[in-house]
């Protein structure tokens, strides 16, 4: 009984250690357009690219559940991108990051759609495992939307990565993009409890 209450503990806390990698990824991911704005007079462009290499590595390693690991791929994709163009144009690179983390979650909830369960439906059944066809069909629109949304987003950060200004690409990428993609998130959680197959379920 021991032996399992310590298994119990030590799985707890590699879970705890990784929620809090995981959020403190987030902060840094979020913070990093600014960061750029901030402090690229006093830093080279390369630093920039280097700790962007650190967040991407942070997110691999906080990868824990099957569903989780579909990032995997991309996201090492995205890193060899970042170091290809760091050795291009280093400038370029340091600005590169926010778009090619939206086109790496793009790629996944496409490439579910492409090999079902769709992304949301995976989430969806964390909570609710017998989730009826109604559900499984609602999800695959919501995948469907999240990847039209993230490739948008794509585009507008590359687009003012490379003909906008820095303020305007900072503003886009560390604010406006996370209010749009709050709003989807808090329509889709209301639109989900107005629907028989989600309130059947709770």
């Known amino acids: ?3 399992m209450s310590s298994i119990v503990s030590k799985a707890s806390s590699r879970n705890k250690a ?3 990698l995981f959020a403190v990824g987030t902060v840094l991911g979020v913070g990093y357009p600014f960061a750029v704005y901030f402090l690229r ?3 080279p462009a390369a630093s920039f690219v280097l700790l ?3 967040l991407l590595m942070l997110r691999l390693v906080t990868l824990r559940s099957a569903t989780a690991r579909l990032w995997t ?3 090492l994709v995205t890193a060899a991108v970042l170091v290809v163009t760091t050795l291009l144009n280093a400038e370029i690179a340091e600005k590169a990051y926010p778009a090619l983390m939206s086109l790496t979650a793009a790629f996944a909830f496409a490439w579910s759609l492409r090999h079902p369960p769709s992304l ?3 989430f969806a059944r964390l909570r609710q495992p017998e989730l009826p066809l109604e559900g499984v ?3 695959r629109k919501v995948t469907v939307i999240w990847a ?3 490739s948008l987003n794509a585009v507008v950060a590359t687009v003012l990565a490379l003909w906008g200004g820095l303020a305007l690409w900072a503003l886009w990428t560390g604010f406006i993009s996370y209010l749009v993609t709050g709003l989807l998130v808090v329509s889709e959680f209301a639109v989900r409890r107005l629907m028989p197959a989600y309130r059947s379920g709770r």
Do not use: K
């Open 1 to 3: 009984m021991s032996a």
């Open 18 to 20: 990784g929620a809090i």
């Open 41 to 43: 007079g006093s830093m």
């Open 52 to 54: 962007a290499l650190c």
């Open 73 to 75: 791929p991309p996201l």
């Open 120 to 122: 949301i439906e995976r």
């Open 137 to 139: 069909a609602y999800c």
């Open 148 to 150: 039209i949304w993230l």
